[in-house]
């Protein structure tokens, strides 16, 4: 075991005994569920007790719920009616208040979901930008509204609104960042927002839901604790949610929208699984190709959406490509999230090793070989990573996502082979694709855009920057995230029209001039 650095050690429990409802928190008494970390504190392997949050029941969630509602209030709540330079201004309270909590969060981020240390910093400033980034663009977007148009003898003054309430809910990857990329664009839309934070990666919230708490109105964002069955389930059957914002498992968001009584009035904002695959041609630069699929396949132990979970290599280079893949992962470094230099980190799933395991023997077992050294080897709370050559297509690490530590890779002869994978997957995130001659990358980029929403020509699969669209096709998602996108995704375009006549004009002019509507604006936000 890895000596932890003092200011990483657990000193103190968080116990998250309150829960945020109708902007106030919310004591709670009742039953607990205790948050363990996979890391240990003692030589002798042991999970870390990190603290303890609510499981609060259905009375609480649609006690938060109905806080929502009310805040939201048909669309006349404060908060929903506000003018869009103030509801900035209580996002811009909050960002300034989330950054003093860096370090509180980025620790718990370590312990609870296993994220090295660069990375949880990252993640932290990654979220930060990204709400300053929705700021700038809200403002932008306001300013190209702050006009009227005229067509066919009608003035319209068009803007886009909020759409209602939102069942906020994140993954355990990105606990602060995907979560924060839903929440923070509904929320600045003027929606009113019910959020649960993900099983893992649930304390880190704990340190900001006193400035959730004291920048928005009441009402505008709830945090609840608990099972998604127990406190989701009943939220969504009561019809008054108007958008399931979610990044996890189709499974989950199925199970979810099948609950809402009339489904047309849900919308969608879903990042879901994925399973990109990198093609490598045989004329790549097999020196970067390997150096961004080690990146793509075991960034955070490979549990990223983006992450490459297939590997196509042409025959041609596929042994060579094989020996020095497989000896590249090998010397990625396995630790704990504050050592120097570490690369794969413990699962925070603990059955997770488990399940990687079993991908492996049925890969062994329908004709593949661990081509690495270290492949499977397996310790209380990690699996090293197996890289699995040549997986058979009936295989079970072939058709799930896997999302954690294993990299299956096949070789191709003819480029038909994987775009016919593709094409039949349920997938269609993002490929990546490594070749240099454009008379193969022209028709191939052609076809590839297709079947996903994003080819990254040379370098692994990713989300950011956080400016671009990331979306999907098939079971990867529903609708698309962006700074500039989700704000779209979370809002309905909406109007005020009156016929060009003096009369009209008059009152038009007034209440420009008298500057008493919220809506009716054409103030610029500089
Ligand atoms: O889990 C999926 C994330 O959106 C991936 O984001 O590509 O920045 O790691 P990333």
């Not at 809002?491 to 008059?506: L, Q």
């Amino acid at each position: 075991m890895s000596t932890i650095p003092q200011e990483f050690q657990i000193t103190e429990l968080v116990h998250q005994d309150t829960y945020l409802a109708n902007g106030k928190l919310i004591p709670w008494h009742g039953d607990t569920t205790q948050v363990y970390s996979t890391i240990s504190s003692t030589d002798t392997y042991q999970p870390t007790l990190l603290g303890s949050i609510p499981a609060l029941g259905e009375k609480e969630a649609l006690q938060a719920l109905d806080a929502a509602v009310n805040a939201y209030s048909n669309g006349q709540g404060l908060w929903p009616t506000m003018r869009v330079v103030d509801r900035i201004a209580c996002m811009e309270k909050f960002v300034e208040q989330m950054k003093t909590k860096r370090d509180q969060v980025v620790k718990l981020l370590m312990w609870e979901i296993g994220k090295s240390l660069p990375d949880s910093q990252k993640e932290f400033d990654r979220t930060v930008d990204y709400i300053n980034d929705t700021i700038e663009d809200y403002k932008q977007m306001d300013r190209d509204s702050a006009q009227f148009k005229k067509h066919d003898g009608v003035n319209a003054h068009i803007r886009r609104g909020p759409l209602g309430v939102v069942l906020c809910l994140g993954p355990y990857n990105y606990p602060l960042n995907e979560t924060f990329a839903l929440l923070i664009p509904a929320l600045i839309m003027g929606n009113t927002v019910v959020f649960k934070p993900a099983k893992h990666g649930v304390l880190l919230i704990s340190p900001l839901l006193e400035a959730f708490c004291n920048s928005f109105p009441a009402g505008a964002v709830n945090v609840i604790y608990g099972r998604g069955r127990i406190v989701a389930s009943p939220i969504m059957k009561t019809g008054k949610v108007d958008v399931l914002a979610l990044i996890g498992n189709s499974k989950s968001a199925n199970a979810l929208q099948n609950q809402h009584p009339k489904s047309n009035r849900l919308r969608l904002v879903l990042g879901l699984e994925a399973k990109n695959p990198a093609i490598i041609l045989k004329d790549a630069d097999l020196d970067l190709a390997i150096a961004e699929c080690i990146a793509g396949a075991t960034s955070f132990n490979g549990q990223r959406c983006t992450a490459l979970k297939v590997i196509y290599v042409h025959e041609a280079i596929v042994e060579e490509f094989n020996k020095r893949f497989a000896a590249q992962v090998d010397a990625l470094k396995f630790g704990n999230p504050w050592d120097d230099g570490v690369k794969l980190t413990p699962l925070p799933e603990p059955d997770k090793p488990a399940y990687i395991q079993e991908l492996i023997d049925d890969a062994l077992h329908k004709g593949a070989r661990i081509i690495n050294k270290k492949g499977g080897d397996t310790s209380e709370n990690f699996i090293f990573p197996a890289v699995l050559y040549p997986v058979s297509k009936d295989s079970r690490v072939f058709q799930e996502e896997q999302f954690g530590p294993v990299i299956p890779v096949l070789s191709f002869k003819d480029i038909e082979e994987p775009l016919d994978d593709m094409a039949a997957s349920n997938y269609g995130q993002q490929v990546s694709l490594f070749g240099r001659d454009i008379t193969t990358l022209a028709p191939l980029i052609d076809t590839l855009v297709n079947l996903v929403c994003r080819v990254n020509l040379n370098s692994s699969c990713q989300r950011g920057p956080d400016v671009y669209p990331f979306t999907g096709r098939k079971d990867s998602a529903v609708a698309t995230l962006s700074v500039h996108d989700a704000l779209r995704s979370f809002s309905i375009r909406t109007f005020i029209a009156s016929k060009d006549n003096a009369s009209n004009n008059a009152i038009l002019t007034e209440l420009l001039r008298s500057r008493s509507s919220n809506f009716v604006s054409t103030d610029y936000i500089l």
